[in-house]
C-alpha cells in the first residue's frame, strides 16, 4: 500500500503537470480511437474496407499532448488562484469564466491544431473552425456546466484536470467525430 501511496504523491504532487498532460494525450487518442473503432463497423457493414488510421489517432494524441494537457493545467491552476473556494457563487464564476474563455480557446485550439497536423492552410483551417464551432460550443454547455460543477465542488484542485481528462474521453469521441464525420454525414 506504501507503493501505491507514494506513486499517488508523486503523480498528483511533484509531477502533476506530467500526469496532467500524458493522461490528456493517451485520453485524446483513446476518444479517437473509439469512434475509428465504430466508423470501422459502419464501414464494414455496408461491406466497405476499412483500416485503423494510427496517424489521425497519433495527431489526437499530438493535440492532448502539446494543447490539452498543458493548458488545462494552467487553466484550472489559474481559475483555483483567483476564485478560492466551494461556495455556489464562486462555483458559478468559475464555470461562466470557463464557458466563456477556455470552451472556445479549446475548441479553436483543438480544430486548428487538428488541421494544421493534418496538412489544412491556416485558412482551410479557420474555414473549418467557423463551420464547426457552434455545433461544437452548444453542445459544450450541454456537458460541461454538470461536469464543472462536481469538479469545482467534490474535488480538490489537484485532482481537477486528471477529473477533466476523464471527463474529456466522452467529449473526445464527439469531437473526432465532428472534426473527421461530421462533414461526411451533412453530404
Same mark, same amino acid.
Given at each position: 500500500?506504501?507503493?501505491?501511496?507514494?506513486?499517488?504523491?508523486? $503523480? @498528483?504532487?511533484?509531477?502533476? @503537470?506530467?500526469?496532467?498532460?500524458i493522461? &490528456?494525450?493517451?485520453?485524446?487518442?483513446?476518444?479517437?480511437?473509439?469512434?475509428?473503432?465504430?466508423?470501422?463497423?459502419?464501414?464494414?457493414?455496408?461491406?466497405?474496407?476499412? &483500416?485503423?488510421?494510427?496517424?489521425?489517432?497519433?495527431?489526437?494524441?499530438?493535440?492532448?499532448?502539446?494543447?490539452?494537457?498543458?493548458?488545462?493545467? &494552467?487553466?484550472?491552476?489559474?481559475?483555483?488562484?483567483?476564485?478560492?473556494?466551494?461556495?455556489?457563487?464562486?462555483?458559478?464564476k468559475?464555470?461562466?469564466?470557463?464557458q466563456?474563455?477556455?470552451?472556445?480557446?479549446?475548441?479553436?485550439?483543438?480544430?486548428?491544431? $487538428?488541421?494544421?497536423? %493534418?496538412?489544412?492552410?491556416? %485558412?482551410?483551417?479557420?474555414? %473549418?473552425?467557423?463551420?464547426?464551432?457552434?455545433?461544437?460550443?452548444?453542445?459544450?454547455?450541454?456537458?460541461?456546466?454538470?461536469?464543472?460543477?462536481?469538479? @469545482?465542488?467534490?474535488?480538490?484542485?489537484?485532482?481537477r484536470?486528471?477529473?477533466?481528462?476523464?471527463?474529456?474521453?466522452?467529449?473526445?469521441?464527439?469531437?473526432?467525430?465532428?472534426?473527421? %464525420?461530421?462533414?461526411?454525414?451533412?453530404?
Amino acid at each position: 500500500m506504501n507503493g501505491v501511496k507514494s506513486i499517488y504523491n508523486l $503523480m @498528483f504532487g511533484r509531477h502533476l @503537470f506530467l500526469t496532467n498532460t500524458i493522461s &490528456a494525450g493517451v485520453l485524446l487518442g483513446a476518444g479517437d480511437s473509439i469512434v475509428q473503432t465504430f466508423e470501422g463497423r459502419r464501414i464494414k457493414k455496408k461491406g466497405g474496407e476499412w &483500416a485503423r488510421d494510427w496517424k489521425r489517432t497519433g495527431r489526437m494524441v499530438t493535440i492532448g499532448l502539446v494543447l490539452q494537457g498543458p493548458a488545462s493545467h &494552467a487553466w484550472y491552476s489559474f481559475l483555483d488562484r483567483i476564485l478560492k473556494g466551494t461556495q455556489f457563487k464562486t462555483i458559478a464564476k468559475k464555470i461562466l469564466l470557463d464557458q466563456i474563455f477556455a470552451s472556445p480557446f479549446f475548441a479553436f485550439g483543438f480544430l486548428m491544431g $487538428m488541421g494544421l497536423l %493534418e496538412g489544412q492552410s491556416w %485558412e482551410k483551417g479557420v474555414q %473549418e473552425f467557423k463551420s464547426k464551432f457552434w455545433t461544437v460550443y452548444m453542445a459544450d454547455w450541454t456537458v460541461w456546466p454538470a461536469a464543472q460543477c462536481i469538479n @469545482f465542488y467534490f474535488l480538490p484542485p489537484k485532482l481537477r484536470v486528471i477529473y477533466v481528462n476523464f471527463v474529456t474521453l466522452g467529449w473526445d469521441v464527439f469531437l473526432s467525430y465532428i472534426k473527421h %464525420e461530421f462533414k461526411k454525414d451533412q453530404d
